[in-house]
């Protein structure tokens, strides 16, 4: 009877650590859906960090030249300098 009792336990524990590895909180499903939440919030963030640059260029450009707000001024705003004639050409 002694004999066939710790091959059972050794088995039960055996049973529980694979149980842990495949159904656990840090099973192996688990950690590839963490590993692919992970690649694409890394890939969002890239494409923020793109746009972060873009951004701090444009501002960089706006508080040192004022040719880039008379630009943004003419595309958004549709203002004209003194003695302007604004023409639009509608199509």
């Known amino acids: ?5 710790l ?5 039960a524990l055996l049973a529980i650590i ?3 590895l495949w159904f656990g909180r840090g099973s192996v ?3 590839a859906s963490m590993t692919d939440q992970l ?3 890394n890939q969002r963030n890239q494409q923020a960090q793109l746009v972060n640059n873009q951004l701090a260029a444009e501002v960089r450009d706006l508080k040192e030249g ?5 630009e943004k001024a003419r595309s958004e705003l549709g203002m004209v ?8 050409i509608a199509k």
């Open 66 to 70: 004022l040719e880039m707000v008379e």
């Open 81 to 88: 300098k003194a003695n302007e004639i604004y023409v639009q």
């Open 7 to 11: 091959p059972l336990i050794l088995v």
């Open 1 to 5: 009877m002694g004999n066939r009792v």
């Open 29 to 31: 499903p688990a950690v």
């Open 18 to 20: 694979h149980a842990q």
């Open 39 to 41: 690649n694409a919030q």
